[in-house]
């Protein structure tokens, strides 16, 4: 079978830089710079830095840059779809270890203007011990300062030759913490005021949010994908059909990336705060309640649950009844996002594992459901049933009889030892939930003194483990009667 390879007629200027050469950043943002190449004009190659120095994992100039993606999944209707593309915007990959001076290089380029990266919510932190002239520093930021000082002195500090930097590490105001943790290494190595000046406003650092799932090199289905192609291509990854990308930044960036009439899911937005909260709240706090509920059920996936009928209809109500009311923004926006995520849930392309999604549940569910659970509670005089029986589940789940846990040490030594009063019948139930409301260690407050959350919490733990999961589901069902929610 032959290999994937460049047409040598189809080269692209440098414009982009991008630091990560992961299946998310490959299936997503390359992905999308090759259609706004062929759309828009945009005209724009790409150059990826492996960052990291202990890969050895080939490189994708192996197959001169080139591969695929496969993009599947339910389209508007429902019906199963999927494309297939050859991204060609990628020119080159670079191994920083053997290729630093390539690196320092492409600083020089021109006419690059774009620098994008994805280096896992850890690869934004700084140290003190990272030096100038090491080849290559430890930490991130520290290459990118080496970069970014490289250019300002090859430009001469010029104004008009800085660059748009867009990160797409999932942690809160990315752009700003990049632009801190850059500052850091400005001070730590005394480099000349006039960079920092020049940064400040010749660089433009862009928070961003940024949503697909995607699933990798597909090992178990690619010898029947290599017989459709009639290529063999080592470095395909496959995806959903739905993507999002958000960024906070001038007006001008649109005109820049030639985004107009390219039909992607790119928004320039003045504050991604309100999408990051919409996307915290239903997509992965929909995760969360899902997640506990369908493993006590004895489900394995994603698509498991959502096919089970009882198991869905308690997230689309948890989602229309109790989640989307507790968000500030738009109702009827929220529920067409909402609308989307169940969509993606059904996606019968992803094998999502319901045991991978619950790493660090417990912290998952502090900072994904627990807001909506309080301000539903206070707008309303009473705790919402379904998340609190996603909470309780949740406390059930930490029993460690269900699946292998994961979480921070200190959460699985608390719940050991909780459980173990409670099964040697030294507490009740109440005890046991009035402990963990007031674990002020995870939820930064006592939510023991939350009116009537207590009393729900008990309950519902008391019924899962009497009667079972599918029992407690059931009542919520015989509590809320027949109501068809705008989701369902």
Not at 172 to 185: D, P, Q, R, V
Not at 427 to 436: F, I, K, P, T
Request: glycine share 6%; with cysteine.
């Amino acid at each position: 079978m032959q290999r994937l390879h460049r047409d040598q007629a189809f080269k692209l200027p440098i414009r982009i830089m991008q630091v990560g050469q992961g299946n998310f950043l490959r299936a997503f943002f390359d992905w999308q710079i090759d259609i706004l190449n062929e759309r828009c004009g945009l005209d724009a190659g790409i150059v990826i830095v492996r960052p990291t120095t202990r890969s050895s994992a080939p490189l994708l100039d192996t197959q001169d840059g080139v591969y695929t993606t496969l993009i599947r999944g339910l389209d508007e209707q429902g019906r199963a779809a999927k494309e297939y593309r050859k991204i060609r915007c990628v020119q080159r990959e670079l191994h920083l270890l053997s290729m630093y001076d390539d690196y320092l290089a492409l600083a020089r380029e021109p006419l690059l203007r774009f620098v994008v990266c994805n280096t896992t919510e850890a690869g934004i932190a700084v140290n003190h011990c990272d030096a100038y002239n090491d080849r290559p520093p430890l930490s991130f930021p520290a290459k990118l300062t080496r970069w970014l000082h490289e250019r300002f002195r090859h430009i001469k500090g010029a104004t008009n030759k800085g660059v748009v930097l867009l990160p797409c590490e999932l942690i809160e105001n990315n752009g700003f913490e990049l632009k801190s943790a850059i500052a850091h290494y400005t001070r730590l190595w005394g480099l000349e005021s006039e960079f920092q000046t020049w940064l400040d406003q010749a660089c433009t650092f862009c928070s961003t949010l940024v949503d697909r799932i995607v699933t990798g090199y597909p090992s178990d289905e690619i010898s029947a994908i290599e017989q459709e192609l009639g290529y063999r291509d080592n470095f395909l990854v496959a995806a959903e059909y739905y993507h999002l990308f958000v960024i906070e930044g001038p007006a001008w960036l649109g005109k820049e990336l030639k985004l107009e009439n390219s039909a992607l899911h790119v928004q320039l937005v003045n504050d991604v705060k309100p999408y990051k909260q919409r996307k915290v709240g239903i997509l992965n706090g929909g995760h969360t309640c899902l997640v506990p509920v369908a493993l006590l059920a004895g489900l394995r996936t994603v698509g498991e649950a959502m096919n089970d009928a009882e198991i869905n209809r308690f997230l689309v109500n948890a989602l229309d009844d109790e989640i989307i009311p507790a968000l500030p923004q738009d109702p009827e926006e929220l529920k067409c996002f909402a609308a989307d995520v169940l969509r993606r849930f059904r996606n019968p392309y992803i094998k999502h594992r319901l045991e991978s999604i619950a790493l660090n549940s417990w912290s998952k569910f502090a900072t994904r459901v627990m807001p909506q659970l309080l301000t539903y509670q206070a707008a309303q005089k009473s705790a919402p049933p379904h998340l609190t029986l996603a909470l309780a589940a949740t406390v059930h789940l930490y029993r460690g009889n269900v699946i292998p846990l994961a979480d921070d040490s200190a959460n699985l030594l608390w719940f050991n030892s909780a459980w173990s009063r409670q099964q040697e019948r030294q507490e009740s139930w109440g005890e046991l939930a009035r402990e963990c409301l007031a674990n002020q260690a995870l939820w930064k407050q006592d939510l023991s003194l939350v009116p009537g959350l207590v009393e729900a919490l008990a309950g519902t733990l008391e019924i899962i483990a009497t009667k079972g999961i599918r029992a407690a589901l059931q009542s919520l069902s015989d509590a809320r009667g027949f109501k068809k929610g705008a989701l369902a």
